[in-house]
């Protein structure tokens, strides 16, 4: 795998550091890849999968933290892009929602969530997990002071280190309800009463003759509505 050292754009041989870093990490994975895995004793496939688990949320927090200092800099405007979500999916090909919870997720690691983003950048936790406790955090009021936020952090954080990220995506939702419960309750009703809107939408009743006197109807009610009936 070839990496670019950018030597061409800061001056004749010139390279910044992280460049040649990045150049030495593909070379090391090239390494691995050709590395025959049938060799590998079956009392080691655990730690190999964790370590390389590991590897992949330190380059996903490097990989924000650079997305994050291009929005900065903007450095879209060296590509044309309308914005930082725009040039990330040019770079990377990412979808658009991708691009746009990425670039998201990066502001969030410089600003509101450092302590996850710190988590991230030692492999504490992984990138899917970043984005769960993201979304959680965001996901509180906004009357809701910074000391509640770091504590709610903190606990997405410590249970992290037990659970998946459906399972830690279950308790941010249920740390809402608890944090929040008002809120929570006027979101609840709110998707409620869509549902029972689109319920209603989708009722339908149609009748006809056949013959002999005789006619057909036809219904379509919602589960609720015909258990009523």
């Given at each position: 795998?070839?990496?670019?050292?950018?030597?061409?754009?800061?001056?004749?041989?010139f390279a910044h550091p992280l460049m040649r870093?990045?150049?030495?990490?593909?070379?090391?994975?090239?390494?691995?890849?050709?590395?025959?895995?049938?060799?590998?004793?079956?009392?080691?496939?655990?730690?190999?999968?964790?370590?390389?688990?590991?590897?992949?949320?330190?380059?996903?927090?490097?990989?924000?933290?650079?997305?994050?200092?291009?929005?900065?800099?903007?450095?879209?405007?060296?590509?044309?892009?309308?914005?930082?979500?725009?040039?990330?999916?040019?770079?990377?090909?990412?979808?658009?929602?991708?691009?746009?919870?990425?670039?998201?997720?990066?502001?969030?690691?410089?600003?509101t969530i450092r302590a996850t983003g710190c988590?991230?950048?030692?492999?504490?936790?992984?990138?899917?997990?970043?984005?769960?406790?993201?979304?959680?955090?965001?996901?509180?009021?906004?009357?809701?002071?910074?000391?509640?936020?770091?504590?709610?952090?903190?606990?997405?954080?410590?249970?992290?280190?037990?659970?998946?990220?459906?399972?830690?995506?279950?308790?941010?939702?249920?740390?809402?309800?608890?944090v929040a419960p008002e809120d929570a309750e006027?979101?609840?009703?709110?998707?409620?009463?869509?549902?029972?809107?689109?319920?209603?939408?989708?009722?339908?009743?149609?009748?006809?003759?056949?013959?002999?006197?005789?006619?057909?109807?036809?219904?379509?009610?919602?589960?609720?509505?015909?258990?009523?009936?």
């Open positions: 795998m070839d990496i670019d050292t950018g030597a061409g754009s800061g001056g004749a041989g870093w990045l150049a030495d990490v593909g070379a090391g994975i090239d390494a691995a890849i050709e590395c025959p895995t049938l060799s590998l004793p079956l009392d080691q496939y655990e730690g190999a999968l964790r370590q390389i688990a590991v590897c992949e949320a330190r380059l996903a927090s490097l990989r924000l933290s650079l997305t994050r200092q291009g929005e900065l800099n903007e450095v879209r405007k060296l590509s044309g892009a309308a914005n930082t979500a725009g040039w990330v999916q040019q770079v990377t090909r990412m979808g658009r929602r991708e691009a746009s919870v990425s670039v998201r997720l990066a502001k969030a690691l410089d600003q988590a991230l950048s030692e492999g504490e936790i992984s990138l899917g997990q970043a984005q769960v406790i993201e979304r959680a955090i965001r996901r509180l009021p906004n009357d809701v002071d910074a000391a509640v936020r770091a504590e709610a952090e903190a606990f997405l954080l410590d249970s992290a280190q037990d659970l998946d990220v459906d399972d830690l995506d279950r308790a941010g939702k249920h740390l809402y309800e608890v006027r979101r609840i009703g709110k998707q409620l009463e869509e549902q029972e809107r689109r319920a209603r939408e989708s009722r339908t009743l149609s009748f006809g003759p056949v013959r002999d006197g005789m006619g057909t109807m036809f219904v379509r009610l919602d589960v609720p509505t015909l258990a009523i009936l």
